[in-house]
């Protein structure tokens, strides 16, 4: 149901899209076509109207001299001359008297439209021959001779007009050609574009539909959509380890907490069965509380842990004098150990300040600690009997090591102890949660530091190091 | 009685001046009517009168109008949050003692809370007899603020300027933490102390802590305060805490 409205609705933005991305492209390419023959349209029939500008110009001068050689007569037989070899290039003549009246050329009347800056006239002409086609229009120069004649001399606007035809022709081939290639290119281009889309869309539906385990496929080119593709998978990678991280966390909880509190619930029904008189009760009571505690403890534990992992307390990082920390913890378990009968042998160095939380990493450095006393047996026999904190340097980073005698943890257990709620199995008897070293793993973590567990031999040298420099 | 009373073997009852406490009113402001009533029902017991306000804005109104000797607020209020009830209380210029309840456990709600006004910080789940303790260490603090003086507990003197201790004028050597666990001791003679409560004023130590180490500090410290020949004055109350006071 959920998938058949994502495919309905992928279906339309799809189509949008494309066509949209179509619609762009031929947009472009027709403006870009229609500016292009605007440009050529104005510059050739400037160039035409120069051109016959120039003659009509050169024209003038010419019958304008005829005649002051050859008077009136010389120039009406020249203009005769001219029509009657049947020009066809839309040249225009008119000789009118002093009265505007035609004596000569191929117009009907003079015109009497106002001329133009450049003394040119532009008017309409009346076509007595409606078989030969000529242009509506004609612009021409209007000259007064000696003697009062006017002269004019012009040019219909055929060759313009013809001019605008073909271009006008050109750019409706042009025009169709554009939108041919646009809407084709355009098709392909976001063809291919959507078909990348596709593949992490399929991907992304196939992992709602519960496949953790798909990626997005790579073309293998190295662009841009191979890069998106590249981090879409290692975000994936990370969110599918935090999943079987947090899987792995509720699963522990819910094996490791069952004990306990199947334990607690066992005293409480046994209390109530056994009809206890008011002193076993009270026993009974005071256990089930002390059960009750030793859960929160462990619920508190993992709090801790969590909020360490969250990265939230790096929000509120101060410097931590590591020197006087040490001197703190030192101050706390040193009777610890002495009543152990436990030598403490203690090595602040010259101290170091990293930013930080003082407070985790306090439990840090006390749970080291605590494991460390715990573990190490009471030299009954003169034995190794000796646990040791020191602080030291590494490079930039700041180190403290806690160090015993006791049993140790075997190399391959190394990594498996700092998971939560994993306990050596030679340990399940001594008290604990289980959950000790994983906070100081993720209190490492939190301050861009690593917890490091190596051999002591014989005894477990546990290092935290912890950068001076925060990212 | 609550749990403390319950303790035997002791000469007196292990708070002094229950006359005192009779009369002193407790203001609770807790929307939890469960736990409002689980803490209602134990300090009356131990001998308080007690109120209880359901939300942030009846409980800071009762408070205003009515001198208690203490408030016990919850941070999670519905309207008007616990905070801004201190808050406005002490804008009123109420100094009442607040003692803060909460869920949240962390570091900086706690620092929160305490610059906000509040007086002390009890995380839940709780024991009750960790909220009696703290709750008799509150009423008594002006008692125990008063700086430059030599602290007294029976023949046991602790000189706060020149940091001696000694009993019947006999010298006692004490490294500088336990001057500071004893003198907490004495500053709150006579009322049970909580090892949380040790963990948090002696060394700033704000969770649990794996195995009992406060216990082993203690017996270092009765130990050199309490010998054999002179009679002792540091107590421990089971499952609760330890109480330093003097014979009867």
């Known amino acids: 149901m959920a998938l058949g409205i994502a495919s309905v609705h992928r279906h339309r933005l799809l189509h949008s899209r494309k066509f949209r991305l179509t619609l762009i492209y031929l947009c472009l390419f027709s403006a870009s076509v229609l500016v292009l023959f605007g440009a050529s349209y104005w510059m050739a029939t400037g160039a035409v109207s120069r051109q016959i500008e120039a003659t009509i110009d050169a024209e003038i001068r010419g019958l304008a001299e005829q005649y002051s050689q050859r008077g009136t007569v010389g120039l009406i037989e020249i203009l005769n001359g001219r029509m009657r070899a049947g020009d066809p290039s839309g040249a225009l003549y008119l000789l009118a008297d002093p009265a505007f009246r035609p004596l000569a050329g191929n117009l009907d009347g003079w015109p009497f439209e106002q001329p133009d800056a450049d003394g040119w006239v532009t008017f309409p002409l009346s076509d007595p021959d409606p078989t030969v086609k000529r242009a509506q229009y004609g612009r021409a120069r209007v000259f007064s001779l000696s003697g009062g004649l006017h002269l004019l001399v012009g040019h219909d606007v055929a060759e313009r007009v013809r001019i605008a035809d073909s271009i006008a022709r050109l750019l409706a081939v042009g025009l169709a050609v554009t939108v041919g290639v646009s809407l084709l290119g355009g098709f392909l281009m976001s063809r291919s574009l959507l078909r990348e889309f596709d593949r992490i869309n399929q991907t992304s539906r196939e992992i709602m539909a519960g496949d953790m385990s798909r990626r997005v496929p790579q073309s293998g080119r190295g662009d841009e959509f191979d890069q998106m593709a590249a981090n879409l998978n290692a975000m994936l990678d990370q969110i599918e380890r935090l999943v079987a991280g947090i899987k792995q966390v509720t699963d522990s909880i819910a094996h490791d907490l069952r004990t306990p509190l199947g334990r607690l619930r066992n005293r409480l029904d046994r209390a109530l069965v056994e009809d206890a008189d008011g002193a076993a009760c009270r026993e009974a009571i005071g256990r089930a509380i002390d059960d009750a505690d030793h859960l929160l403890k462990t619920f508190n534990a993992l709090l801790s842990i969590g909020q360490a992992e969250s990265g939230a307390p790096r929000r509120n990082f101060e410097p931590v004098d590591l020197g006087a920390l040490v001197t703190d913890v030192v101050d706390l378990y040193e009777p610890v150990a002495e009543e152990k009968g436990l030598f403490f042998i203690v090595d602040a160095g010259s101290g170091a300040t990293i930013k930080g939380d003082r407070a985790l990493l306090f439990q840090a450095v006390a749970n080291l600690m605590d494991n460390a006393i715990k573990f190490s047996a009471a030299p009954a026999d003169g034995a190794n009997g000796s646990v040791g904190l020191a602080l030291g340097t590494e490079g930039e980073a700041a180190r403290i090591t806690v160090w015993d005698h006791g049993p140790g943890i075997p190399e391959d257990q190394r990594d498996r102890v700092i998971e939560r709620f994993y306990r050596l199995e030679a340990s399940r008897s001594t008290p604990g949660s289980g959950l000790g070293l994983s906070l100081v793993a993720a209190v490492a973590r939190l301050h861009g530091g690593r917890l490091e567990l190596a051999d002591n031999s014989p005894g477990l040298r546990a290092e935290l190091i912890l950068p001076a420099a925060q990212r | ?248």
Not at chain 2, 25 to 34: F, H, N, Q, S
Not at chain 2, 103 to 132: C, H, I, N, Q, T
Request: net charge negative.
């Open chain 2, 1 to 248: 009685m609550g749990i403390i009373s319950a303790n035997p073997g002791a000469g007196q009852p292990p708070r002094q001046g229950m006359d005192l406490e009779s009369d002193m009113r407790i203001l609770v402001i807790e929307d939890d009517a469960e736990m409002a009533g689980y803490i209602a029902k134990g300090l009356r017991q131990a001998g308080f009168f007690v109120d209880v306000a359901e939300d942030g804005s009846d409980g800071l109104f009762q408070a205003v109008r009515e001198p208690y000797d203490l408030a016990i607020v919850d941070r999670m209020l519905p309207g008007l949050d616990g905070l801004s009830v201190v808050k406005a209380l002490r804008s009123a210029g109420q100094q009442t003692p607040v003692l803060f309840l909460s869920a949240m456990g962390d570091v900086k709600d706690r620092v929160d809370g305490l610059r906000g006004g509040g007086d002390d910080y009890l995380v839940k789940p709780f024991a009750f007899s960790e909220l009696l303790a703290r709750v008799e260490g509150l009423l008594r603090r002006p008692v125990a603020s008063r700086p430059g003086t030599v602290l007294r507990v029976a023949d046991l003197e602790l000189d706060l300027r020149s940091h001696r201790v000694a009993r019947k004028g006999e010298p006692i050597d004490l490294k500088p933490r336990e001057f500071k666990l004893l003198q907490y001791l004495m500053e709150h003679q006579g009322q049970v102390v909580t090892r949380t409560m040790m963990l948090e004023h002696v060394w700033d130590c704000h969770f649990d802590l794996q195995t009992n180490v406060i216990d082993v500090h203690m017996s270092r410290l009765r130990h050199k305060i309490d010998s054999d020949d002179h009679p002792q004055l540091l107590h421990t109350v089971r499952g609760i805490g330890y109480c330093l006071r003097a014979p009867s």
